[in-house]
Nanobody, 119 residues
Framework: QVQLVESGGGLVQPGGSLRLACAAS????????IGWYRQTPGKQRELVAA???????NYADSVKGRFTISRDIAQNTVYLHMNSLKPADTAVYYC?????????????WGQGTQVTVSS
């Protein structure tokens, strides 16, 4: 099992920046992929950005050029650097780990962190 703990959310003005952190309970290079998702009331959770065990990244079109996903392998932590934030980025942000255990695929989610973009 993999446990994830998110941090770094908060209130920021439009145009501002935040960095979210997702700390994993095991070596992140053994996790197939870690992704950041977000959810607003009444909507489905959507993928924002993801990074694979070999460092390949992908982004939702709505955040390309503004958000960057990165990792610190020594700290078993994945970051989401968010720049030029817009009110539409307001959501609860979750990280998810996709991994295998005893040959079976599993997903683990963190508890979420609120990001509010407002003046």
């Amino acid at each position: 099992q993999v446990q994830l703990v998110e941090s770094g959310g908060g209130l920021v003005q439009p145009g501002g920046s935040l960095r979210l952190a997702c700390a994993a309970s095991r070596n992140i290079v053994t996790i197939n992929a870690i992704g950041w998702y977000r959810q607003t009331p009444g909507k489905q959770r959507e993928l924002v950005a993801a990074i694979t065990s070999i460092g390949t990244t992908n982004y939702a079109d709505s955040v390309k050029g503004r958000f960057t996903i990165s990792r610190d392998i020594a700290q078993n932590t994945v970051y989401l650097h968010m720049n030029s934030l817009k009110p539409a980025d307001t959501a609860v942000y979750y990280c998810k780990a996709e991994y295998c255990f005893s040959g079976d695929p599993y997903d683990s989610w963190g508890q979420g962190t609120q990001v509010t973009v407002s003046s």
